[in-house]
């Protein structure tokens, strides 16, 4: 019996061609999603509202890290919002065992050589910087309590609040789309959907534009315009230069 091994680059094509995941992977981290065998989702089943998305590697031929399973868990809120929709809390991610620096894609890796002063030995350092990944998916922006929040600036705060909003549409892109249609997103097909989507909401923007126009010009009052007869006499009188009075 001979083994079926799947499509390559199944997921790491589908993930590619979803709308904002898409802008979050990188060269290195498409070396990584090469290795993705599946990628699932579980609703929560403790009482609390919220989803989990899982994601399984091929750990024997991943040199990258030795986990054979990802999960990010998003909690929402237990009170629903006033349109009857849950209201995103926060998300947790998990801790990646990355087999060593030089194969963690959320880092920038630079050898140094230093010196020491007083022994003349050279010794060679690691400097670590981080860098954007779509692994940092797994290390989700933390929300800071309101004591916190008063020793954050301004603009700290709008950064804070960006990426959280990101981490959530994420979220929700992979458990509303991917999961669902992942063939779908494999092949395009469920790109021509989101396009034809997107024309008719454009449509109906122009059809509302449309009617508000054909409004104002109903809108016209008749005193503005006069009568027939008052037209008529106005266009049939040139007009007149102003009298220029002389003192």
């Known amino acids: 019996d001979e083994q079926i091994k799947g499509i390559p680059s199944f997921w790491l094509t589908a993930l590619e061609n979803l709308p904002i995941v898409c802008d979050t992977i990188t060269d290195r981290d498409a070396q990584v999603l090469e290795h993705v065998q599946d990628i699932g989702l579980e609703y929560l089943t403790d009482g609390r509202p919220g989803f989990q998305l899982v994601f399984q590697f091929d750990s024997a031929a991943n040199p990258f890290f030795s986990n054979s399973t990802l999960r990010k868990t998003y909690f929402y809120q237990k009170e629903l919002g006033y349109s009857g929709d849950f209201i995103y809390d926060h998300a947790e991610g998990c801790e990646i065992a990355w087999r060593d620096n030089a194969h963690n894609v959320t880092v920038d890796l630079e050898m140094r050589k230093q010196r020491n002063k007083a022994t003349k030995q050279v010794r060679t350092i690691e400097k670590i910087t981080p860098i954007e990944s779509f692994f940092n998916f797994f290390d989700p922006p933390k929300i800071h309590h309101d004591d916190q929040d008063q020793?954050?600036?301004?603009?700290?705060?709008?950064?804070?609040?960006?990426r959280l909003a990101l981490d959530y549409s994420i979220g929700e892109q992979l458990k509303d789309k991917l999961v669902p249609r992942a063939v779908d997103w494999f092949t395009g097909a469920a790109l021509e959907f989101e396009f034809d989507e997107e024309d008719d909401d454009e449509d109906e923007d122009d059809e509302d534009d449309d009617d508000d126009d054909d409004d104002q010009d109903d809108d016209v009052d008749d005193e503005d315009v006069g009568s027939a007869e008052e037209q008529d006499d106005f266009a049939g009188k040139p007009e007149q230069a102003p009298e220029c009075k002389q003192s």
């Open 151 to 162: 020793d954050l600036d301004e603009e700290l705060e709008d950064d804070l609040e960006e």
